[in-house]
């Protein structure tokens, strides 16, 4: 019995070896192709909060372009969409620009608050000054382009923030550094045709955007037609107030939103913000004056 027991051991140890030998490769062999890491694919756009700061010193460069995301992260839209709105809509156009603008673009944080005057009737909204509005993009421009880039482009969801805009993009020119910026009140003729009501905020347009963006943030059995006469000033919950009437804080007929026509828009609207940004990279830069 014993014997029988040793021989079984033998055995049993012989076939493990057999079978250790024939999973281990011998010095000749190479690994399979499967077992290479293979590299990670080559990334577009870098975004820059991600970098240490060594390594976004050999990014940020003469030759970049540095794209800046801003929207409003408390600001109202209606009653049937939130208050980052604005936030959302840059945060996913970011993306859009990561995923698809050349290696020499970095995408810098977004920021969140700006001029938005129209607003401040209704609760949650918020504005800077537009002294301080012009001064945040015009620090932080000057702060990114002390380590070598001369080329900005501000990735911009709002009308009131033209302002202010326009006045950092003047400032710097002097100082021999291009700002641009999306111009949302600029034709577009997808706009056009899918459009069927008037308004600019809160809209048909606005909303159709963010039933494609973000559906989940869109409350569409709280949307109301509301597009009463305009008036110069901001929006006013008081019939009698100075400037343009609105109950709901919208101005215009979201009811009339569907994804369709967002997804239209959106489209175009990242067409022309990619071309914004490599007519950018071609443009000269401004002599210091």
């Given at each position: 019995m014993?014997?029988?027991?040793q021989?079984?051991?033998c055995w049993?140890?012989?076939?493990?070896?057999?079978?250790?030998?024939?999973?281990?490769p011998?010095?000749?062999?190479?690994?399979?192709?499967?077992?290479?890491?293979?590299?990670?694919?080559?990334?577009?756009?870098?975004?820059?909060?991600?970098?240490?700061?060594?390594?976004?010193?050999?990014?940020?460069?003469?030759?970049?372009?540095?794209?800046?995301?801003?929207?409003a992260?408390?600001?109202?839209h209606?009653?049937?969409?939130?208050?980052?709105n604005?936030?959302?809509?840059?945060?996913?156009?970011?993306k859009?620009?990561l995923g698809?603008a050349?290696?020499?673009?970095v995408?810098?944080?977004?920021?969140?608050?700006?001029?938005?005057?129209?607003?401040?009737?209704?609760?949650?909204?918020?504005s800077?000054?537009?002294?301080?509005?012009?001064?945040?993009?015009?620090?932080?421009?000057?702060?990114l382009?002390?380590?070598?880039?001369?080329?900005?482009?501000?990735?911009?969801?709002?009308?009131s923030?033209?302002?202010?805009?326009?006045?950092?993009?003047?400032?710097?020119?002097?100082?021999?550094?291009?700002?641009?910026y999306?111009?949302l009140?600029?034709?577009?003729?997808?706009?056009?045709k899918v459009r069927?009501?008037g308004?600019t905020h809160?809209?048909?347009?606005e909303?159709?955007?963010?039933?494609?963006?973000?559906?989940?943030?869109?409350?569409?059995?709280?949307?109301?037609?509301?597009?009463?006469?305009?008036?110069?000033?901001?929006l006013?919950?008081?019939?009698?107030?100075k400037?343009t009437?609105?109950?709901?804080?919208?101005?215009?007929?979201?009811?009339?939103?569907?994804?369709?026509?967002?997804?239209a828009?959106?489209?175009s609207?990242v067409?022309?913000i990619?071309?914004?940004?490599?007519?950018?990279?071609?443009?000269?830069?401004?002599?210091?004056?």
């Amino acid at each position: 019995m014993t014997v029988i027991k040793q021989r079984s051991r033998c055995w049993i140890s012989f076939f493990l070896f057999l079978v250790g030998a024939a999973v281990q490769p011998t010095s000749a062999q190479s690994p399979t192709n499967s077992a290479i890491p293979k590299p990670p694919p080559a990334s577009s756009a870098i975004l820059l909060e991600t970098l240490s700061w060594d390594e976004a010193e050999r990014v940020l460069t003469p030759g970049t372009v540095v794209v800046i995301a801003l929207g409003a992260e408390s600001k109202e839209h209606g009653r049937h969409l939130q208050l980052n709105n604005d936030f959302l809509m840059a945060e996913y156009l970011k993306k859009r620009v990561l995923g698809s603008a050349p290696q020499n673009t970095v995408v810098a944080p977004t920021i969140n608050y700006s001029f938005y005057p129209a607003f401040l009737e209704y609760p949650g909204s918020t504005s800077l000054s537009m002294e301080t509005a012009r001064a945040m993009i015009t620090d932080v421009i000057h702060s990114l382009a002390h380590y070598g880039p001369r080329r900005f482009y501000i990735l911009n969801t709002g009308i009131s923030t033209l302002r202010p805009l326009a006045q950092a993009a003047a400032d710097l020119d002097k100082e021999g550094i291009l700002l641009r910026y999306t111009d949302l009140t600029k034709d577009d003729p997808v706009e056009k045709k899918v459009r069927q009501s008037g308004g600019t905020h809160a809209d048909e347009i606005e909303t159709s955007m963010m039933l494609y963006i973000a559906p989940e943030t869109v409350r569409m059995k709280k949307a109301a037609r509301d597009l009463h006469p305009n008036q110069p000033g901001g929006l006013t919950r008081d019939p009698q107030g100075k400037g343009t009437y609105s109950p709901t804080g919208a101005w215009g007929d979201p009811t009339l939103a569907t994804r369709e026509k967002g997804q239209a828009v959106v489209e175009s609207l990242v067409v022309t913000i990619l071309k914004d940004i490599e007519d950018l990279r071609q443009v000269a830069l401004p002599a210091p004056k």
